[in-house]
Every structure is written in structure tokens, then in C-alpha cells.
């Protein structure tokens, strides 16, 4: 009889030890984590001689996606800040990475290589240099050039506009701007054209209105001889900048002179979309979110949302019984900024005491 009851004990003790081990497996921390930044289509090529070491040019990839990395979330002067970092320290940020194909073809060795970068390592890296990375977020401009020349008192928007021609030829996977040219439409002609004297303070709202985007750039571009004076109009979200460039022997007949100012003013428009968007790592606000989890549609949501919310530093779940899982969350940010971020994916929070409660 006695037997038996340590028969039962043990049997007890082992069906929970592996309910425990199911649970921490299911809920385990790993689960829950901030999303990296993945960089994809790392390309690179090298002869295949007797000093080949395929190690080599994996090291090459890892240097190439972070130059790739850091010219999406850094504006073009921060840059210079980090463009000697070492390789040894590169390969502390990486979380993973991954051969997408790998070819010989006339002894020349191809490679295909994905690579996994931790968020929270390259936010801490960007600080220790004191840069503000941004938001990669991609977005489409309405882009409408008008040359005018204050000799012949004339401009030009779409025939003999040698930016207008030129400026879409010109892409950068690396930019997170996409320009939107106007489609040719005399009437618009018309209407700027009897804007001419008061051209800088003519908003364009009639010709913006056309198209369905909040985000537009009016590029004034005055010629005088050989001197070229640009001011931008940039609209996001009908707050209005302007920007002023100025140019100086400057043919827009010689191509290489205009792609090369093409390639300049769109640096400067992507410098200032990424300020717009920076996030301020030097404020990391920390909290604790209380869920029920008795909906795991809305705890996976929940986790997925957190995992992809790019102010998010880090988050991971501290602790969890039976009714609550308790998530330990930093934010780049303030409070506020971060209930109208989760308010925006459909979730508010009892914030009435220091456990934030998720409704």
C-alpha cells in the first residue's frame, strides 16, 4: 500500500514537473522580445583563388549590412560619427544571420546573405556616440519641381524641366523617400503661371489637393546665369517647412552637374525626414503591464504589436501565474507618446496605479 502512494507521489511530482517545463517553454521570455532590424540582399562576390576563405567574405557581408543598417537610421552627418567602426565590434550587435544562396559560377564565388542586428545593441551603440537614430519609416512625397528663370521671366514644369526629366531616373534603395511627379496637366501650368510674382507665396493647395497624400515638396528652383537658388516647400501633414539651397556654377544642360545636385537636394530632403522621425534613446521610460491571460488572440497581438513598435527598447515577461502575465516594457519616450502609440493599434490601459492594466 505504501508503495503504491509513493508510486502516486512520484507519478504527481513527474507530470508536473513536465507541465512546468511545457509552460516555461511556452511562456518563455525569449518569446517575447523587441523586433531586430533585419537586413536582407547583402550581395558579394570574390575570386576563388588558393587564399579563399569563405569566412572572409561572410566578415564583408556583416560590414555591408551594417553601412546598409546605419544609412537607414542615421542622417548623412551622424554618419561620419561611426564610418570607421570596427568589424569586431560589429559582430557584438548581431543576433543572427543567415546564407540565402551561395553559387561558383568562373571561379568567382557568389553570396547571398541576410543578417539579424539587435535593436537594443544598436540603439546603445548610437548613443555611446551620441547620434539619434530614426524611425525607417518610408514614405511617398508628391515631388513637384519648377524651374524658373528670372531672365526670361518664364518657368518650366514639365516640358524642357531637365530636373523633372531626370529626377525619378535617380533612385536609392537605401532612401526612405518615394517621389510622386505630377501627371502633365496644362491647367496646373496655367495656374503657376499666373502665380509667377507671388510664386514664393502661392501655397499650391489646388494642385497638392489632386493627388491623395499628405506629404508634398514644392521645389522652387530660381536660375540666374549659372547660380541656382532652390527653395523647398516641404508639407507633412499640412505643417509647412521651408528650406533654402543655393547652388553656384551650375549648368542644368551638363547632366553630371544635375544628377549630382539632384543627388544633393535629395539628401537634404532625407536628412530631414529622418530628423522628424528621430527617437530620443536617452529617454527610456519604464513600466509594467498587467494582462489577462485568458485571451491569447489578444496576448499574441499584444506581443506582436510590442515587438514591432519601433520606440519600443526593449520588453520581455518578468513574471506569470495562472490569470496574469506581467510584461516589463522601456519606451523611447514619453508616457503619453506611448498610450497614443498602442491607442493607435487598439489598445488602452488603466494607468491609475503603477501596474498598468490592459483593458
Known amino acids: 500500500m505504501k508503495l503504491n502512494i509513493k508510486l502516486i507521489y512520484f507519478k504527481t511530482i513527474y507530470i508536473f514537473i513536465i507541465f512546468l517545463s511545457l509552460i516555461l517553454s511556452f511562456f518563455s521570455t525569449t518569446k517575447a522580445k523587441s523586433k531586430p532590424f533585419e537586413i536582407e540582399n547583402i550581395e558579394i562576390s570574390k575570386p576563388f583563388q588558393l587564399n579563399f576563405n569563405k569566412n572572409d567574405v561572410i566578415d564583408e557581408g556583416f560590414v555591408k549590412a551594417f553601412n546598409k543598417l546605419v544609412a537607414l537610421v542615421v542622417t ?20 543572427s544571420f543567415s546564407i540565402k544562396e551561395e553559387k561558383f559560377i568562373d571561379e568567382v564565388y557568389y553570396l547571398n546573405l541576410g543578417v539579424s542586428f539587435s535593436k537594443k545593441k544598436i540603439f546603445n551603440f ?5 547620434i ?14 519648377i524651374i524658373i528663370d528670372e531672365k526670361k521671366r518664364d518657368l518650366l514644369i514639365f516640358s524642357n524641366n531637365k530636373i523633372f526629366d531626370e529626377w525619378n531616373n535617380q533612385k536609392d534603395s537605401l532612401h526612405l523617400i518615394e517621389y510622386i511627379l505630377p501627371t502633365e496637366d496644362l491647367e496646373d501650368l496655367t495656374l ?69 545636385m539632384i543627388s544633393k537636394l535629395k539628401t537634404i530632403y532625407e536628412d530631414y525626414w529622418k530628423n522628424i522621425n528621430k527617437i530620443n534613446t536617452s529617454i527610456k521610460f519604464p513600466l509594467t503591464i498587467k494582462a489577462d491571460n485568458s485571451d491569447p488572440n489578444k496576448i ?3 506581443e506582436k504589436i510590442l515587438s514591432k513598435t519601433d520606440r519600443i527598447y526593449d520588453f520581455y515577461i518578468s513574471q506569470f501565474n495562472k490569470d496574469f502575465i506581467y510584461y516589463q516594457v522601456v519606451f523611447n519616450g514619453t508616457p503619453n507618446a506611448f498610450l497614443k502609440s498602442m491607442n493607435e ?11 498598468w492594466i490592459l483593458e
Open 192 to 260: 503657376i503661371k499666373k502665380q509667377f510674382n507671388l510664386i514664393e507665396q502661392y501655397d499650391f493647395k489646388k494642385i497638392t489637393d489632386k493627388y491623395s497624400l499628405n506629404e508634398s515638396i514644392i521645389a522652387l528652383i530660381f536660375k540666374n546665369q549659372r547660380n541656382i537658388r532652390i527653395l523647398s516647400k516641404i508639407t507633412i501633414n499640412g505643417n509647412v517647412k521651408l528650406k533654402n539651397q543655393s547652388f553656384s556654377g551650375i549648368n542644368l544642360q551638363d547632366r553630371n552637374q544635375l544628377i549630382d
Open 300 to 302: 499574441d497581438k499584444l
Open 132 to 145: 539619434f537614430p530614426t524611425i525607417p519609416k518610408r514614405k511617398k512625397f508628391l515631388f513637384i519641381p
Open 126 to 130: 548610437l548613443e555611446k556616440n551620441n
Open 345 to 355: 493599434n487598439n489598445f488602452s490601459f488603466d494607468t491609475q496605479n503603477n501596474i
Open 76 to 95: 548623412s552627418d551622424d554618419k561620419n560619427k561611426i564610418k570607421t567602426t570596427r568589424l569586431n565590434e560589429i559582430k557584438t550587435m548581431i543576433n
